[in-house]
DNA sequence: GCGCTTTCTTGATCTGAATCAAGTCATCTG
DNA sequence: CAGATGACTTGATTCAGATCAAGAAAGCGC
């Protein structure tokens, strides 16, 4: 868990970033002058909901949970994976995190401070609607969370999360799963036990689990269980 | 449902929006001469999700609900009370609608086009920001929305709505519901059955209910069995 | 006022999903 | 290697919430 300014090699792909692309050089400079690189172990808590956001995150390796807690229950939010930023909304609107963050695995993190991205935002106008996009983005993303877990029953759910993994493994019909079980299930919005057994309940439709590898044998008879919409399921509209 | 330019009378309630407040003048000026003012009648719908989204709408009088369908079931997603804006995220990416959008009761609202939102965005700084702001509040409401589903039993969310209500109210310990109740149980993700049934359950916490007028006895019992949160209810954070 | 419609309530029943409890399997560790 | 640990599965049970069905209450048109 060292703590460094960014070295010059991690430039490029966080150059690479839908929000840091369109950018001056100067700019972009300024930010990253700014900015730290950290190494973490797995499992490691990097973000507490309620926390003021000093930083804006980007993951440039390995993976991080976002979740939130009450009263006693915990659910995963979302998965942040390389390259990507994550609490952007926080960072812009100086509010507290609404969710925690904590490496799944090994990661590498840079912290870019907070009040010199809303600086660069007044100073660069390309950054600053790379940034609105980026937002709506995030916004529309929530959005399609919200009705997936509001309109569809978990074996749905669980039905069309497979379809999009399928298709996001270049199509074809098997693949493995990211992450592990338990941590799926969550985000899917239901237990481990039911998981297990919503993959079962899969199965007459084609799907077939064996640990974290998955077989789709035919794609065809399982959309037509998971109807998949373009406005749910597509995550780049 | 007459279309028309907008009247000059409508301007002050629009420049009043956190999101029109700050521009120069002459910004505002271009954004008002490209809109219309509609009024509709109860039930109609403004807009159908997956269509493209041509313009901002700004709800000036009335409500709208907007929601979403899939597979023959739909569910609300909010309302939009005056004076506000809706599907801003859209008319920003120029993408489809995520959400449907109708009227509650006879409402007016306003029509800014699209582009000439975008068009200003890029031309002032202050609206460009502004609009940044509002985008990153809607994420975040969407966040705690999203929290308050996955957390919280539908009994529970009922009970942090009524306390919610009940400050908005002034924290008088008697108010109205804003809506029929058949929408309320789609709002907090619940059949109008349940709902129903909800209310006797929060009886013994001192809640009374006489058609939608809500009665609170004590609000601290309440509070002890609702566990309101912040970060999931208040809408200002 | 009277029918008509619609919302709301209530009870009975059903179902999807959580919980509880064991057991399997793989991995790690001393 | 034995034992511990943690992920996953499976079955039995419970529970929250949906659905079904019917009645009560309230609003509306004529």
């Not at 993976?63 to 994976?81: H, I, K, N, Q």
């Not at 993303?141 to 509001?150: P, R, T, W």
């Amino acid at each position: 868990m060292v703590r460094l300014g960014m070295p010059e090699s991690d430039y490029p792909d966080i150059r690479e970033l839908h929000l840091f692309s369109e950018m001056a050089d100067e700019q972009f400079m300024t930010l990253m002058r700014g900015a730290y690189v950290q190494n973490f172990p797995p499992r490691i808590e990097l973000i507490t909901e309620g926390d003021s956001s000093d930083f804006l995150h980007i993951v440039l390796s390995g993976s991080v949970d976002l979740f939130s807690s009450w009263s006693g229950r915990e659910t995963s939010m979302s998965t942040a994976w390389p390259v990507s930023t994550f609490i952007l909304a926080a960072t812009i609107n100086d509010a507290p995190y609404l969710m925690s963050a904590r490496t799944l695995e090994k990661s590498r993190v840079a912290l870019i401070p907070s009040q010199d991205v809303r600086a660069v935002f007044g100073a660069d106008q390309r950054f600053a609607r790379a940034i609105v996009s980026e937002l709506a983005q995030c916004y529309r993303s929530v959005i399609k969370a919200q009705k997936n877990l509001k309109l569809r029953s978990s074996l749905e759910r669980l039905a069309n999360y497979l379809l999009q993994q399928q298709k996001q493994s270049g199509n074809v019909n098997e693949f493995d799963l990211r992450f592990e079980k338990r941590r799926l299930a969550s985000l899917l919005g239901m237990t481990p036990e039911n998981l297990s057994r919503a993959f079962k309940a899969l199965r007459p439709y084609g799907v077939a689990i064996d640990g974290n590898h998955v077989r789709i044998a035919d794609l065809e008879d399982l959309k037509r269980f998971a109807k998949p919409d373009p406005l749910i399921d597509d995550p780049s509209t």
